[in-house]
Structure formats: C-alpha cells, structure tokens
C-alpha cells in the first residue's frame, strides 16, 4: 500500500481542491490555494464565495465546498491505542459528565472527529481548543455543535474503515447574522 509523505499529502490535497471547485464552474490553478496562519486552507483571492476544506489520513483524503464556513475530518477507525484513551479523554472534555454523556452513543474517535471538522469550519483549527466545541448529536450521525457562541450542523459517517464528519455553520445564524447587518 502506497502512503504518501506530508509534502506529497499537500499536492494532492491542492490538485482536489482545484477539482472540487472546477466542478463549482471556477477556474482555479495550484497557486491560487494558501493557508490561513491557523493552517486552514483559503484561496489567495479576495473574491472567496465558497468556503472549502480539505482532511486526510492515511491513504484516504477527503474534500468539501459549500456557500457557508464548512470544515472536514477524517480519522482511520484503528488509529487510537488503548495506551492513549485517557490522555485523549482528559484532552477532550472538560469534564467527566461531558465525556461520558458523548462516549454513551459515539466512540472516542468519532467525538474528536467531529470536534476536529467542527474547530476547522470556525477558522481556528486545533488553536480553539478541543475542550471548547459543545457537541449534541440528535442522532448517531447528525446533530449540532456550539463554538464560541456559533452554531454548526454536524454529520457523521463511516467510510471504508474511516470515520469522516464535516461541520457547517448553521443556516439560521447566518441568516440572523445578515438581518442585523441590513439594520446597520
């Protein structure tokens, strides 16, 4: 099995970013991609009106586009060791309440893919804090999450032995945030 290394893992992910927003009628070359400071990937233009975002793991990548801040993840199933549970638990939730209300119907794995897809929509990546994303999932794999006062729509599914969740900010709050702005 071929694994790419992380400067290759870039490239590809830049070439399917390039795809993805082709089949959006844009015109975009390898060079029009940046990344924020927090590492979020953003094209270089000021003319943005999709957000996008990119994950990978091992040999699996993963990429979304859509009109709102959208984040992805992707986590191989097997990626955690037993070794490593409760460093991660601690890492995670800011309680023991909080761990045990999100590990009752999702797997450790699973919560911090959603954290994760979550953190990136917002912007701020892993600097936001994996502690400070609320999650309350309505079903096992859709539900909404709360970061810093926003809301995002969550969803989650299993692909071939990964876990992948994408995050969005949710509809309502932006439409509630362009009503104020027409008031100003």
Not at 1 to 26: C, D, E, H
Not at 34 to 50: A, D, H
Request: glycine share 6%; proline share 2%; with cysteine.
């Amino acid at each position: 099995m071929y694994i790419p290394n992380r400067f290759q893992q870039k490239l590809i992910s830049r070439q399917l970013i390039v795809a993805l927003f082709s089949t959006q009628g844009l015109n975009l070359e390898l060079n029009d991609i940046g990344s924020t400071i927090y590492g979020k990937p953003q094209m270089l233009n000021q003319n943005q009106f999709l957000y996008f975002n990119i994950s990978h793991a091992k040999n699996m990548t993963v990429a979304v586009c859509d009109p709102r801040p959208i984040g992805i993840d992707i986590e191989s199933k097997d990626r955690l060791s037993t070794d490593s549970t409760e460093s991660l638990i601690d890492y995670i939730f800011e309680s023991c309440e909080q761990s045990q209300i999100c590990l009752n119907t999702h797997s450790l794995i699973q919560i911090w893919t959603i954290k994760e897809a979550v953190l990136k929509a917002s912007g701020y990546g892993l600097w936001g804090g994996v502690k400070n994303v609320r999650i309350s999932m309505s079903s096992v794999s859709s539900g909404r999450a709360l970061f810093l006062g926003n809301i995002y729509d969550v969803s989650l599914c299993d692909c071939k032995g990964f876990d992948v969740a994408i995050a969005k900010q949710a509809q309502s709050q932006l439409m509630s945030r362009n009503a104020d702005l027409t008031k100003s």
